[in-house]
């Protein structure tokens, strides 16, 4: 089994930054992808963002293209989400996602592992 924790939500403005972490535990692999996906109230679970452990190959939406930055620390098991001009619409509980089958693009169905969630609220 793999833990999952985030943290670093919070409430911030419009235009602000937030750092979110996901810490990995328990059985981990050498391969494999760690997702940031976020939920907002009434909306379906949606991808933000995605890093490969081995390479670090990295994926984004197209929302968050150019604001959020994915990274990774494998020796501390961790990866991070840093959200950049923070936006209204970026409003959501975020989770951190990990499988260990590398795919062209990443849905909430493709994960095998999931935190609980940090809530992250931009006030406009």
């Known amino acids: 089994q793999v833990q999952l924790v985030e943290s670093g939500g919070g409430l911030v403005q419009a235009g602000g930054s937030l750092r979110l972490s996901c810490a990995a535990s328990?059985?981990?692999?050498?391969?494999?992808?760690t997702g940031w996906f976020r939920q907002a109230p009434g909306k379906e679970r949606e991808f933000v963002a995605a890093?490969?452990?081995?390479?670090?190959?990295?994926y984004y939406a197209d929302s968050v293209k150019g604001r959020f930055t994915i990274s990774r620390d494998n020796a501390k098991n961790t990866v991070y989400l840093q959200m950049n001009s923070l936006k209204a619409e970026d409003t959501a509980v975020y989770y951190c996602?990990?499988?260990?089958?590398?795919?062209?693009?990443?849905?909430?169905?493709?994960?095998?592992?999931w935190g609980k969630g940090t809530l992250v609220t931009v006030s406009s």
């Open positions: 996602a990990v499988t260990r089958y590398y795919s062209a693009t990443y849905y909430p169905s493709s994960m095998e592992y």
């Open positions: 890093i490969r452990r081995s390479g670090g190959n990295t």
């Open positions: 328990g059985r981990t692999f050498s391969t494999g992808v």
